[in-house]
Structure formats: C-alpha cells, structure tokens
C-alpha cells in the first residue's frame, strides 16, 4: 500500500509559478506510475500530468502542456509538478495519485491510491 501527502500549494499571482511535492511512503515507489489530478470547486476531477516508472516518459493535458513540468526521484519517493506560467483556470485543488499499471495512463481509475490534496489559487 502506498500512502501519500501533497504539500507546496498556495496563493499566487498570474504568471506566477509554484512547485508542488507529493511524499509517497512505502519501499516499492517505484513500482508505481505517477499522476497529478485537479478539481476545481463544482468540477469534475481532471487529469494534469503523468510520469512512468523511470521517469523518462511523461504526458500531460493540453492544458498545462509547456507550462508544466512532472519529475520523480524515487529514492527519495517524491513526486513533483512545477507550475510556471500559471492562470486563474489553473485554480483547483490539486491531487496526487499512485497506480500499479506500470504504464502511461490518465484516467481516474487507473489509479489505486490518492493524496488529501493540496490547494492551488492563481489570482487575476
């Protein structure tokens, strides 16, 4: 089982940047694709980002693409998402997830386990 906590979330201006980290416990982090999520009050959960075992393969939401940027180091069982560039759109809360596919994938199910979340708010 994995368990895992965001932290870096907070209030920032337009064109501002942030860098969120999720901590994963556990000795088999690396067996785990990676994935960041957002929901933003009365939206759905969205997709954002996602890295692969190794780290050297990532995707993201045409969104966030450019603006972005998901990494892993998995001997210290962390997980980033630096935000540069960022939008009043990009508010959300933003989530971490774990899942054991081993590959690629963006959906919500794809994934096993989730972080509490942490709050993002660009203002205009």
């Known amino acids: 089982q994995v368990q895992l906590v965001e932290s870096g979330g907070g209030l920032v201006q337009a064109g501002g940047s942030l860098r969120l980290s999720c901590a994963a416990s556990?000795?088999?982090?690396?067996?785990?694709?990676m994935g960041w999520f957002r929901q933003a009050l009365g939206k759905e959960r969205e997709f954002v980002a996602v890295?692969?075992?190794?780290?050297?393969?990532?995707f993201y939401a045409d969104s966030v693409k450019g603006r972005f940027t998901i990494s892993r180091d998995n001997a210290k069982n962390m997980v980033y998402l630096q935000m540069n560039s960022l939008k009043p759109e990009d508010t959300a809360v933003y989530y971490c997830?774990?899942?054991?596919?081993?590959?690629?994938?963006?959906?919500?199910?794809?994934?096993?386990?989730w972080g509490q979340g942490t709050q993002v708010t660009v203002s205009s």
């Open positions: 556990g000795r088999t982090f690396w067996h785990y694709t």
């Open positions: 890295i692969n075992l190794s780290g050297q393969s990532t």
């Open positions: 997830a774990a899942g054991d596919s081993g590959i690629i994938v963006t959906t919500i199910r794809d994934y096993d386990y």
